[in-house]
C-alpha cells in the first residue's frame, strides 16, 4: 500500500534559498530539493481503491491561486529528542481553507487523519533517534531566525506518494490539481 500525503509544490527559487540553510548541524538527515513541499494533509498507507477516490475527490476542489511565504526557522522535537528542522510559512486565510478542504476531502473517503493543529512548514532535516547535536541546533537557530523567502504563488497542489529509499523518503508526484481563480 502507498503512503500518501498532499502537498503544495515549493518552487525551484525558494528550493534554492532553503538549501542555502542546510548545513552545520550534525546527524540531520537533509531534505533533497525535489523533496521541499509544504503538506497539507498526510493520509498514510492508503489501499487503491481509496487512492483512486482520493484523486477523483481531490479534483473536485476548485480554490484560487494565493501568496505564500515562509519566515523564520523552528524545531520540531519529542520531548528533548530533536525531530526535525523545519522553515516556517506565514498562515493565511487561503492556506488555512485549502488545508481544511483537502482534510476534510480525505476524511470523506475514508482516511484516518490525524487530528492535530496545523502547522504549515517545510522540512528542512529530520533526525534519527538518538541523533547527537550539542548545540548545533541553537546555533542554526540563532543564525537563521530571520530567515525569509517568497513570497511565491501557489498555483497548484499535488498528491504524492512516498517510498522508502537508502538515502531518505522518495516522493513521485501522482496528480496535480491546478487552483484556478
Request: glycine share 8%; aromatic share 8%; with cysteine.
Amino acid at each position: 500500500m502507498p503512503r500518501l500525503f498532499v502537498a503544495l509544490p515549493v518552487p525551484e527559487e525558494i528550493a534554492d534559498a532553503l538549501a542555502a540553510l542546510q548545513s552545520g548541524v550534525p546527524d540531520a538527515r537533509w531534505q533533497t530539493m525535489e523533496n521541499l513541499h509544504v503538506t497539507l494533509c498526510f493520509c498514510d498507507e492508503v489501499q487503491g481503491t481509496v487512492m483512486r477516490d482520493l484523486e477523483e475527490e481531490l479534483s473536485d476542489i476548485a480554490g484560487p491561486r494565493f501568496s505564500l511565504t515562509l519566515a523564520g526557522v523552528e524545531q520540531f522535537s519529542t520531548g528533548k529528542q530533536p525531530r526535525a528542522l523545519v522553515a516556517l510559512v506565514e498562515r493565511s486565510d487561503q492556506l488555512d481553507w485549502l488545508q481544511q478542504k483537502v482534510s476534510t476531502v480525505a476524511r470523506n473517503c475514508g482516511i484516518e487523519i490525524e487530528r492535530r493543529k496545523f502547522r504549515p512548514h517545510v522540512t528542512l532535516a529530520r533526525f534519527p533517534q538518538g541523533a547527537e547535536t550539542g548545540h548545533h541546533i541553537a546555533q542554526f537557530m540563532a543564525s537563521n531566525g530571520t530567515f525569509r523567502a517568497g513570497p511565491w504563488v501557489a498555483e497548484q497542489f499535488s498528491l504524492y506518494s512516498s517510498r522508502r529509499g537508502r538515502g531518505g523518503p522518495i516522493y513521485i508526484e501522482q496528480t496535480t490539481y491546478e487552483l484556478t481563480f
